[in-house]
């Protein structure tokens, strides 16, 4: 117990004592997401001070978790930790936290470059899991009953250890296809501005006299852009020209997404519903849950005391064909298994070892069920059906039979760069005995859902899910809660409630879940419907139940951005009790920027005559202006370069003898660093340009760059109930990392002031 230092009397003081925590949620935000790993390593240091919390057994020389810790007194093997949940981002840390890594295991987490998430096409493929609930590769077919475009699975997928990724490949004749199309849509247009160029330019002439005030398009366009544009109008023609402009400067500037553009990728992100395919996503969740388990973690743990108390239960993971000694031997991949290694499978050669074959095939089909079982801990996650347009939980109460690592996939699939999962399997298994073939009625033998092949009409499902939220509303109202059927089976509607009846509810203390008695769990529907009136029983109820979680799965931020709702419980309308949320709200703090604001109003005043001028480079004052523009950019950019560094060097608090060889690494980083300088002096001035010029309420705004807004930051529906939410909450600072920054090592001087803000504010959070 030695170093507790933690005062225990602060806890009466604190609004939110370190000593009441027990869930951690994380909001999504892409690539700002790497700020967490300071609020991290803060946790770290905050539970491990408290004078109850006992290190557990078995780490070997790593450095504890936060979930390698128990209460004093207590169960040796239960986190003090009890619950990790997130969206997007916020998915993925919580995690590789609930994988059981620790601050630097995380770090070296962050060093993969997940660029790699947009490398794959593989046009016409996409994720799936069909319904026995195995991963396979999905692709669109035909209909051969209505001849509409519908989804499903093209073959099994099995992932390929011995090789570096799993190959997929593109459909050919899909790709054919979608070249074909554009190819003619180019030429199209370009036929019709080269027929009437002349009759183009009057009408911006027109235009130009009818709005003296304003410079059109093509006046605002640098000369270096207008130059290369004859240029590539004389090599390529214009449809070649058009496909260049679009694929290469209008895209990647209007949307600020870092993707190599292409035809291949915008006609996928058009027919294919996203630019990649999101293999690379499973691959790298699969060989995260590798890299856990071959460290001690709470995760390695688990899986052994599983397998040597040899609790025979009626699940999969009880596979007797693995022994412990199977399981120890992922030990031996400790060093070698590099997770931020692009080949960490081929040098660590991990494949070679026949005994684990198996060990690896179960932890690919690990459940949210297993999880729980192995770790004690209350995973979960928000995810979007895209489908339904609705928000959804996934967790061990909520989903206990699927896949996990898919589920992180999906929610941090961010249309539309990576397309989404498309799932048909149950979230909860159905047994032969549990398949809805008829409908209960109280007279006569009741009426066919489910046909002997499994099928069903289409109308019969909406006339069927109508009769089954009349059984809900009906549950619903003796608990107090009024609903109307008009509502949908989502978080915030039905889902709860159906979750409850089919599910169970879950006894924390036994750590198992309450025995449901099927054959009264039915619920005779008062009011009739068409002159009859219905029973809905169990099967009926799951059969909707696992619907609800059937379709296109994407990003949980999309929906419900950070889900700390996951673990509020009934009837806590205005408390969030033992929960600490985190989220990615701002750039940089307004003092810092104020420092650099002063260069920053020279250069856009400067800006500004250029551009009225019209870039009017015959003029020689509008010449000597913009040579003043690129030096007045780089006066910005110094300044930007010495506020960072002493702003890190700030924030870090590097003093100790040890730390000044960090700080030269940093220091040298920060100077040869032109991307992240770069970045934070873009930022400094885009942020200037469009919020320091125009009074807040009179900046026109896109309908594109709203809707892009909306997929990477989420809305807050199922969010922030009531204001004293707020008191639970952490709002940290992104220091410029934008959604889409998915190269850490390009900007880790950015990372570590963010990280470094991170682990300051959340220990200020619990002073």
């Not at 006046?219 to 544009?229: G, I, M």
Request: one cysteine or more; aromatic letters at 12%.
């Amino acid at each position: 117990m030695a170093g507790k230092n933690f005062d225990q009397n602060n806890k009466a003081g604190a609004k939110f004592s370190i000593y009441d925590l027990k869930y951690i949620v994380m909001e999504g935000g892409g690539g700002k997401g790497a700020a967490y790993c300071g609020a991290i390593k803060a946790l770290e240091q905050l539970i491990s001070e408290r004078f109850d919390a006992v290190e557990m057994e078995g780490l070997g020389r790593r450095k504890p978790a936060i979930l390698d810790y128990y209460l004093e007194g207590g169960d040796n093997t239960k986190p003090i930790i009890e619950g990790l949940a997130g969206a997007s981002a916020g998915a993925i840390t919580t995690f590789a936290l609930a994988l059981g890594l620790n601050s630097e295991e995380i770090e070296q987490v962050l060093k993969y470059d997940f660029d790699n998430f947009l490398a794959n096409v593989d046009v016409g493929k996409y994720r799936m899991i069909n319904q026995k609930g195995e991963l396979s590769i999905g692709e669109d077919t035909i209909d051969p009953k209505n001849h509409r475009k519908i989804m499903g699975e093209a073959s099994k997928f099995e992932f390929q250890f011995d090789k570096a990724e799993t190959k997929i490949g593109d459909n050919s004749a899909k790709k054919y296809k979608n070249e074909l199309i554009l190819t003619v849509f180019f030429k199209v247009i370009s036929d019709g501005i080269d027929s009437n160029l002349p009759f183009i330019k009057k009408i911006l002439l027109k235009l130009w006299e009818m709005k003296k005030n304003e410079i059109p398009f093509y006046n605002k366009l640098p000369p270096k852009l207008v130059k290369f544009t004859e240029k590539i109008l004389e090599k390529l023609g214009f449809a070649g020209a058009l496909r260049l402009i679009l694929f290469k400067i209008i895209l990647p500037k209007k949307t600020k997404v870092p993707i190599n553009f292409s035809g291949k990728c915008t006609m996928a992100m058009v027919f294919d519903r996203g630019m990649f395919s999101g293999f690379a996503v499973r691959e790298f969740f699969m060989d995260l849950v590798i890299y856990a388990a071959t460290r001690e973690t709470i995760f390695y743990r688990g899986l052994i005391n599983y397998f040597e108390n040899k609790i025979e239960k009626n699940d999969v993971l009880f596979d007797k064909s693995i022994s412990v000694t199977d399981i120890k031997l992922l030990l031996k991949y400790k060093n070698t298994f590099d997770i931020a290694d692009k080949n960490r499978r081929i040098n660590s050669k991990i494949y070679e070892e026949e005994k684990l074959k198996n060990v690896l095939d179960l932890l690919s089909k690990l459940t949210f069920k297993q999880l729980y079982e192995i770790t004690k801990v209350n995973f979960g996650l928000s995810v979007t059906n895209y489908t339904t347009g609705m928000p959804l939980y996934f967790g061990h109460e909520w989903t206990p039979d699927f896949i996990v690592m898919e589920a992180v996939g999906a929610s941090m699939s961010i249309p539309p760069a990576i397309k989404p999962l498309y799932n048909e399997a149950d979230v909860m298994k159905t047994l032969l005995d549990e398949i809805p073939l008829k409908v209960k009625t109280e007279t006569g033998d009741g009426e066919v859902f489910i046909k002997t092949d499994g099928t069903f009409d289409v109308k019969d499902y909406y006339f069927y899910e109508h009769i089954v939220k009349m059984a809900l509303a009906q549950e619903m109202e003796k608990d107090g809660d009024q609903i109307d059927i008009n509502n949908t089976i989502e978080i915030s509607g039905f889902l709860t409630k159906l979750r409850k009846i089919v599910v169970g509810e879950f006894d924390h203390e036994k750590g198992e879940f309450k025995l449901i008695d099927t054959d009264k769990s039915k619920t005779p529907v008062e009011k009739k419907v068409n002159g009859k009136k219905y029973i809905v029983d169990y099967a009926l109820y799951k059969f909707f139940y696992n619907a609800t979680y059937k379709g296109l799965l994407v990003d949980g931020g999309y929906r419900n951005n950070i889900p700390y709702n996951f673990f509020r419980e009934k009837g806590d309308k205005n408390e969030l009790d033992n929960i600490l949320a985190l989220k990615l709200d701002g750039s940089f703090p307004e003092p810092l920027m104020e420092k650099v604001y002063k260069e920053v109003a020279k250069y856009i005043d400067i800006e500004n005559v250029v551009i009225v001028s019209g870039y009017n480079t015959d003029d020689p004052e509008i010449r000597y202006l913009m040579l003043q523009l690129d030096n007045q950019y780089s006066l910005i950019r110094e300044k930007v370069r010495i506020i960072f560094k002493e702003e890190l060097k700030n924030e870090l608090k590097l003093e100790k003898e040890i730390d000044k060889i960090k700080w030269k690494e940093i220091k040298e980083q920060i100077e040869c660093n032109n991307d992240a300088i770069d970045k934070l002096t873009d930022k400094s001035i885009d942020y200037y340009r469009k919020n320091m010029q125009v009074v807040p309420w009179k900046q026109p705004k896109s309908v594109f760059n709203m809707a892009f807004e909306g997929y990477q930051y989420g809305n807050e529906k199922g969010q922030i109930k009531d204001v004293s939410d707020y008191s639970h909450i952490i709002s940290l600072y992104s220091y410029g990392i934008d959604v889409y920054d998915f190269k850490m090592n390009k900007i880790k001087p950015l990372v570590a002031l963010s990280q470094a803000k991170a682990e300051e504010k959340v220990k200020e959070f619990f002073k």
